[in-house]
């Protein structure tokens, strides 16, 4: 009955070792099952890396302006001149992007006179993919209407305005003028394949009013543009998406499995427990245990593989003996150690249990002032197996020296 005991014993200790479940009273803690419910929103969710989803545009089309116009006899249609586009950007997500867009063309306009002069524009543009945010993500979306607003700078020169000239600081008119505008417009793209799209897009551009080199007259001057092209797509136009949902069975199937290892620890912690309520009274004296003098000793001490050191675990056990040997003053013990029989030879595992043998007794006699004359070591190597499974041998175990 005893020796199933200890294997009950051995076996849980052995299991709830790497848990360091064991402290120096032997107790047993387990953990209650924490549930946590959390609602995770079952979408895709887009993003794009740093190199992903570049593009370059080029396009040409019309300018208009809206400037002053006093000539009464003049021609509407000379108002309309070309205008090229150049621009390049990122798509951050399928919903939002921006870039950097630049016009260059020349400006007509009738105040008193006809008047022409030639620009340059740059703009930094925030990009809205309205079909998109509004009827969900799809790259293969065949047409998108796309909003941007921007802000500006803009270079004009050439002038050839008589009736519109600002004079300088020399008094001299000037022969240029540096502009911001602030613009907003709206984009029609076409995709035409993973890496081609075709755009036609209108900007409305505000400026003060010297953009025409004129400061009187219309408070606020504006130029329309719109220009069509293609879209060169670098590298393809996509987003990498992940849905949480889709890792929810594997978060599910590992909480499982911490479930089952609670479970079996708490099954060990109780199987231990209720092997040990079999066991005689501890050797240490307690007011509920007055006969702990006539206890028999009982305590081992237990080993890592191919390992002569003490494990802080084991202290409570080499300790038990001290305190039994102090009840029981008249008696002497042996110290007994053993090995398993995967370490080495028979020759290593004999020295093997003599230094475990030997780590107990130097414990015993520093740490606790045993008298080193009633104890006594014996190394039993794994010749001798006190248990049946092998792993179990990485032992010390006590005896009274009768």
């Keep these: 009955m005893k020796k199933n005991v200890f294997l009950i014993i051995a076996a849980c200790g052995g299991i709830l070792l790497p848990a360091n479940v064991a402290d120096a009273q032997e107790t047993v803690i387990v953990e209650e099952d924490l549930v946590v419910t959390e609602t995770v929103p079952c979408k895709d969710h887009y993003y794009s ?24 006899d003049g021609d509407a249609g000379h108002h309309l001149t070309a ?15 921006w870039r950097i867009s630049m016009l260059y063309g020349a400006i007509h306009w009738d105040n008193n006179v006809y008047s022409k002069a030639k620009y340059a524009n740059t703009n930094f543009d925030l990009m809205w993919d309205m079909f998109n945010s509004l009827g969900g993500a799809n790259p293969g979306r065949v047409f998108s209407i796309v909003p941007f607003v921007g802000l500006g700078g803009t270079f004009a020169w050439d002038f050839d305005a008589p009736s519109s000239v600002i004079v300088g600081k020399h008094g001299k008119a000037k022969s240029n003028s540096w502009t911001l505008p602030v613009s907003a417009g709206l984009q029609m793209r076409f995709r035409l394949g993973k890496y081609v799209d075709f755009f036609a897009e209108g900007r409305a551009q505000f400026y003060g009013d010297n953009f025409n080199n004129c400061a009187y007259g219309e408070p606020v001057d504006v130029n329309i543009t719109a220009v069509g092209g293609f879209i060169i797509n670098f590298g393809g136009s996509g987003f990498r998406s992940y849905n949480p949902c889709n890792y929810l069975s594997y978060i ?95 020759e290593y595992n004999k020295e093997l249990s003599r230094k475990r043998a030997e780590a107990v007794y130097n414990i015993l006699v520093n740490d606790y002032k045993v ?15 006190p248990y049946d499974t092998n792993n179990w041998n990485r032992i010390v175990i006590f005896s009274q020296d009768k």
């Design 49 to 72: 890396t740093w190199k992903d989803n570049w593009f370059m545009q080029l396009g040409a089309g019309i300018n208009a302006p809206f400037l002053e116009n006093h000539l009464i």
């Design 83 to 97: 205008a090229y586009n150049l621009g390049f950007g990122k798509w951050m997500s399928p919903y939002l992007g």
């Design 252 to 346: 599910d199937n590992l909480n499982g499995q911490v479930n089952e290892l609670r479970a079996a620890l708490a099954d060990c912690g109780n199987r231990l427990a209720a092997a040990e309520s079999q066991l005689p009274c501890p050797e240490v004296v307690t007011p509920d245990c007055p006969e702990v003098a006539a206890a028999p000793l009982m305590s081992t001490v237990r080993f890592s593989l191919n390992s002569a050191k003490v494990m802080p675990n084991e202290l409570v056990n080499v300790y038990n003996v001290a305190q039994w040997m102090k009840t029981n003053p008249e008696t002497s013990v042996v110290i007994k150690g053993y090995a398993d029989k995967d370490t080495g030879t028979s």
């Design 371 to 385: 008298k080193a004359s009633r104890l006594s070591i014996q190394a039993e190597g794994s010749d001798t197996q």
